[in-house]
């Protein structure tokens, strides 16, 4: 059975995903360029974007590897993907006939756990249109992004404890009787009006 790494059918389009901050671009573009010669495929060069800093990175990247990898038999062009996940920006571009292309290097951060790498969870969406290239350097992201998910989490649940915690001690040592039954029915409207400010800002 052919793995990712050794499919031979021909693809329409090759989907190249560019790490980001730093590749091999020389190299990476002379290894597609055969691959798309051999299968007179198409070449989509793709780059996750995720701030100012991101953005003008990727656009010089892409750039110098459309300009190695395009010829008058070649039909390549770019893209970036505003997205925090691989699996995200690829959905809406993957099509009938494309192939995705990633490096061997490329992992996905895992909290607690040693990286996967990109490879394996692409071929669980995808499938066999997943080819792995061997033998280009890649400089991983630092995982300090990948806090913010943490975060974006844990914040429901810290205000859920302080609310908590708010009204025992409200209940217990401030108010009692009618006024204590006032006075908790009023937190919990503000505690989860802050839970839905804060879900809606930042889905």
Same mark, same amino acid.
């Given at each position: 059975?052919?793995?990712?790494?050794?499919?031979?059918?021909?693809?329409?389009?090759?989907?190249?995903?560019?790490?980001?901050?730093?590749?091999?671009?020389?190299?990476?573009?002379? #290894?597609?360029?055969?691959?798309? *010669?051999?299968?007179?495929?198409?070449?989509?060069?793709?780059?996750?974007?995720?701030?100012?800093?991101?953005?003008?990175? /990727?656009?010089?990247?892409?750039? %110098? %590897?459309?300009?190695?990898?395009?010829?008058?038999? =070649? #039909?390549? /062009?770019?893209?970036?993907?505003? +997205?925090? +996940?691989?699996?995200?920006? *690829?959905?809406?571009?993957? $099509?009938?006939?494309?192939?995705?292309?990633?490096?061997?290097? +490329?992992?996905?951060?895992?909290?607690?756990?040693?990286?996967?790498? %990109?490879?394996?969870?692409?071929?669980?969406?995808?499938?066999?249109?997943? #080819?792995?290239?061997?033998?280009?350097?890649?400089? $991983?992201?630092?995982?300090?992004?990948?806090?913010?998910? =943490?975060?974006?989490?844990?914040?429901?649940?810290?205000?859920?404890?302080?609310?908590?915690?708010? +009204?025992?001690? /409200?209940?217990?040592? =401030?108010? #009692?009787?009618?006024?204590?039954?006032?006075?908790?029915?009023?937190?919990?409207?503000?505690?989860?009006?802050?839970?839905? *400010?804060?879900?809606?800002?930042?889905?």
């Amino acid at each position: 059975m052919s793995t990712p790494s050794t499919l031979k059918l021909p693809a329409k389009r090759l989907i190249v995903l560019v790490p980001l901050p730093d590749v091999d671009e020389a190299v990476l573009a002379r #290894r597609v360029w055969t691959m798309a *010669l051999r299968g007179r495929s198409e070449v989509l060069y793709v780059a996750l974007v995720h701030d100012a800093d991101d953005e003008a990175r /990727a656009r010089r990247s892409l750039a %110098l %590897l459309a300009s190695i990898t395009r010829d008058d038999r =070649l #039909r390549v /062009a770019t893209h970036l993907a505003f +997205q925090s +996940q691989w699996l995200k920006a *690829l959905r809406p571009l993957v $099509q009938p006939g494309d192939a995705i292309v990633c490096l061997a290097g +490329q992992t996905v951060p895992r909290f607690g756990r040693s990286a996967l790498p %990109l490879s394996e969870q692409l071929i669980t969406e995808f499938g066999e249109v997943v #080819r792995v290239l061997e033998g280009v350097s890649v400089e $991983q992201r630092p995982a300090r992004r990948e806090v913010w998910p =943490l975060i974006r989490n844990a914040v429901p649940f810290a205000i859920v404890a302080s609310f908590l915690e708010f +009204q025992m001690w /409200a209940t217990t040592q =401030l108010v #009692r009787g009618a006024a204590s039954n006032t006075v908790l029915a009023l937190s919990v409207v503000v505690e989860f009006s802050l839970i839905w *400010l804060w879900v809606s800002r930042v889905r």
